[in-house]
Nanobody, 126 residues
Framework: QVQLVESGGGLVQAGGSLRLSCAAS????????MGWFRQAPGKEREFVVA????????YYSDSVKGRFTISRDNAKNTVFLQMNSLKPEDTAVYYC???????????????????WGQGTQVTVSS
């Protein structure tokens, strides 16, 4: 069983930055690809970015490419999402997801993730 806890959300002005963290339990954290998804009110959960188990591979949605950076520290069982140049349309609840242990390859659909955090709110004001 893997438990995920997100932190770092908040209110920021457009153009500002936030850094989200996702702390995972379990000693086999490095064996699972991780991803960030977001869900705005009235919209479906959408893919933001994912990182492979080793951290060597990443994949970004077009909407955040060049502004967001994902990284992971397997020694600390933590995934980070650095968000720069934030826009009002980035406002959403951000969820950290983990694939099934042993699934190290990146996935971009939420159905491929079996563990989820509780979410952290990010609000960007104009």
């Amino acid at each position: 069983q893997v438990q995920l806890v997100e932190s770092g959300g908040g209110l920021v002005q457009a153009g500002g930055s936030l850094r989200l963290s996702c702390a995972a339990s379990g000693r086999t954290f490095s064996s699972a690809a991780m991803g960030w998804f977001r869900q705005a009110p009235g919209k479906e959960r959408e893919f933001v970015v994912a990182i492979s188990g080793s951290g060597a591979s990443t994949y970004y949605s077009d909407s955040v490419k060049g502004r967001f950076t994902i990284s992971r520290d397997n020694a600390k069982n933590t995934v980070f999402l650095q968000m720069n140049s934030l826009k009002p349309e980035d406002t959403a609840v951000y969820y950290c997801g983990a694939r099934e242990l042993g699934r190290k390859v990146i996935a971009i659909t939420s159905a491929d993730y079996v563990y989820w955090g509780q979410g952290t709110q990010v609000t960007v004001s104009s």
